[in-house]
């Protein structure tokens, strides 16, 4: 059961993801997270770092798509000024929204990763789809509170698979 959550790299930043090595892997379009894993649930907008990178990305070939269980406020007002597509009230992890990213980037399950600071929603369901997994150190300690208790578990999973050696301790650049 454990290793059906766990991510295939866990790192502390998006910054410290390796994108050399994802373009090695196959991987051409990246589904991304917005809360607490690009910024803080209570910033609104992307920093200038959080741009660059983007910038990065796409001098990289990579496509993206911002995947979100936040509001359309939310995620259209932060997404402004990064011009890559968007989905917002995901769902996540359930199957579907994860399917609707990977068509408007127009990936295959093989070419797709996903990064994201949730087991339970990010990384499990990526993994419902065999997408590669990606997961982050969450950006703010400060938390919604029904996000409190899921990631209370999360730390225990995370605890556990690195204990297991199914999962390495998050790797900084
Ligand atoms: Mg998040």
């Known amino acids: 059961m454990l290793e059906r959550l766990a991510p295939d790299e866990y790192v502390k930043s998006i910054f410290d993801i390796d994108l050399d090595v994802l373009k090695e892997k196959g991987i051409r379009g990246l589904i991304i997270d917005v809360d607490n894993t690009l910024v803080s649930w209570e910033t609104k907008t992307a920093d200038r770092r959080i741009l660059d990178w983007f910038f990065v990305l796409e001098t990289k070939g990579f496509r993206a798509c911002i995947l979100s269980n936040n509001t359309k406020d939310r995620v259209v007002k932060f997404t402004e000024q990064i011009r890559i597509p968007a989905v ?51 950006v703010a300690e400060r938390e919604f509170f029904t996000t409190r208790f899921a990631r209370k578990v999360e730390r225990k999973i995370i605890k556990n698979l690195v204990k297991r050696g199914d999962l390495q301790e998050p790797r900084t650049r």
Do not use: N, S
Request: proline share 4%; glycine share 10%; no cysteine.
């Open 88 to 138: 917002y009230r995901a769902a996540k992890p359930r199957k579907k929204a994860f399917l609707k990213a990977m068509r408007a980037m127009g990936t295959g399950d093989k070419e797709t990763a996903v990064i994201g600071d949730q087991i339970f929603t990010d990384v499990y369901g990526g993994k419902r789809l065999k997408l590669y997994t990606i997961l982050v150190m969450p």
